[in-house]
C-alpha cells in the first residue's frame, strides 16, 4: 500500500520550497509541522521529498534540458555530475534534483508564474462552475472528491 501524502495549502508549500531552495531545511521542516501538524519525522520525509523541486529552481533551463536528456538515455550519474559542475549545488543537491526529476516530481516545463490554487478555485466557484473547480483540486492535490468540497466551501 502507498504511503498517503500529507495535504499542505498551496501557500505552505511554496514557503516551504523557498526556504529549502536557500538551505534552510530546519525552518521547512517547522513550517510544515506547523501547516499539517505532521510529527518530526513525517515533515522531514515531506520537506526531503521538496528538495529536487526547490534545487530546480536554481538550474538554468538549458541544463535541465540536457540533464533531462542524460536521464532518458539512462546516464542520470553523469546528469548528476553535470548538474553539479553547472550550477552552485553540491553533489548531494544535484543527486536530489536529478532523483526528483527521475520520479517525476519536477515538471518537464519550466515554471510559469500562473495564479495559485486558490486563486484559480476561486475563478471557477465566482463563475459557477462547481465542477471545474472541484476537478482542479482533485488534479492538483490529490485529494478525494470530499476533502476537494470541504477546501472549496473553505475559500471565501
Known amino acids: 500500500m502507498k504511503p498517503s501524502v500529507p495535504y499542505v495549502m498551496p501557500e505552505a508549500r511554496a514557503q516551504a520550497v523557498a526556504l529549502v531552495a536557500e538551505g534552510d531545511v530546519i525552518p ?3 513550517l510544515i509541522r506547523q501547516a499539517t501538524g505532521l510529527g518530526l519525522k513525517e515533515a522531514k520525509d515531506y520537506v526531503d521529498g521538496l528538495k529536487g523541486e526547490a534545487y530546480a529552481r536554481t538550474v538554468p533551463v538549458d541544463v535541465q534540458a540536457k540533464a533531462r536528456a542524460m536521464i532518458a538515455q539512462g546516464r542520470w550519474k553523469d546528469a ?7 550550477t552552485s549545488l553540491g553533489l548531494r543537491a544535484a543527486k536530489d534534483y536529478v532523483d526528483a526529476v527521475r520520479a517525476g516530481w519536477i515538471p518537464a516545463e519550466p515554471p510559469t508564474d500562473r495564479p495559485m490554487l486558490s486563486e484559480r478555485v476561486r475563478a471557477f466557484k465566482t463563475a459557477g462552475d462547481y465542477e471545474s473547480a472541484l476537478a482542479l483540486v482533485c488534479a492538483e492535490t490529490g485529494m478525494r472528491r470530499e476533502e476537494a468540497r470541504r477546501f472549496i466551501d473553505a475559500l471565501r
Open 28 to 30: 521547512a521542516v517547522r
Open 80 to 86: 548528476a555530475k553535470f548538474v553539479r559542475q553547472e
